[in-house]
């Protein structure tokens, strides 16, 4: 009898570790380590109304707010049953705190985030090839070449500045000018950033720097930006050097 009672009382203890359990009271845990389910940012499921409240360590988050995978970082995120967010590294001062929460209007803390790379013209094996953090492609023979530089953006975004600068100086036999803009595929691809002059200057010493509005707004409307190189005088492929930095920076909003 107490044999099959112990047998009962075990098997009782590890069929815990199934099921889903509800505890109310206070719980003192400190001495105790927490460990929670660990996922890259693709493997996370949909979140949703079944999985509010659910927290990640996400392992492979591009930035320290995960909007996407692919880099190192390793950043918790919890569902709020519509989006996964991350969660913040810890309690704020008196001097952080909103002074904006009467109204019963929505806060959030703002944190800026820099997208920054370098798009690079060289000859690759005989052709003129455009490198950049996400690519390569060989340049256009045509007065005009988008690089998609940044992907993955929503009407959430609100933008703090956006900045491109001639790190290395554009020159071509027969290329009487360049240009280089910033915006959204297609027509829109100088409405972050005007169309600006370039072939001016080597190291940095000639940019251009604008403070933008949001293209778009609303989660559901998601879009990419494009560096635009324009050139007169001759096609994008005419182009023999010339390399270009940009730094795009911004927060989004909850």
Not at 81 to 97: L, M, T
Not at 171 to 197: C, F, H, W
């Amino acid at each position: 009898m107490r044999l099959t009672i112990a047998m009962l009382i075990a098997a009782a203890c590890f069929g815990q570790g199934k099921q889903n359990m509800t505890q109310t009271g206070f719980i003192d845990a400190h001495a105790a380590s927490w460990r929670f389910p660990e996922s890259t940012f693709a493997g996370l499921p949909a979140a949703g109304a079944s999985n509010t409240g659910w927290r990640y360590t996400v392992t492979d988050c591009l930035t320290s707010g995960c909007t996407a995978g692919g880099g190192s970082a390793v950043v918790d995120l919890r569902s709020d049953g519509s989006a996964w967010a991350a969660i913040s590294g810890g309690g704020g001062s008196a001097a952080s705190q909103s002074v904006l929460g009467g109204g019963g209007s929505a806060t959030f803390q703002r944190q800026t985030e820099c997208a920054t790379g370098t798009v690079t013209l060289s000859n690759v094996s005989g052709t003129m090839t455009w490198t950049w953090p996400g690519g390569t492609a060989a340049a256009a023979g045509s007065g005009m070449q988008e690089i998609p530089i940044i992907t993955g953006l929503n009407g959430n975004m609100r933008y703090g500045h956006v900045l491109v600068a001639e790190s290395t100086q554009f020159a071509g036999a027969g290329i009487t000018g360049t240009k280089v803009s910033v915006g959204r595929p297609g027509s829109t691809n100088d409405e972050l950033l005007p169309q600006t002059a370039f072939m001016q200057s080597n190291g940095n010493s000639w940019f251009a720097f604008d403070r933008p509005q949001p293209p778009v707004i609303g989660q559901a409307n998601t879009y990419s930006l494009v560096l635009a190189v324009r050139t007169a005088g001759g096609n994008v492929s005419g182009l023999t050097a010339g390399a270009a930095y940009y730094e795009v920076c911004g927060y989004a909003v909850q």
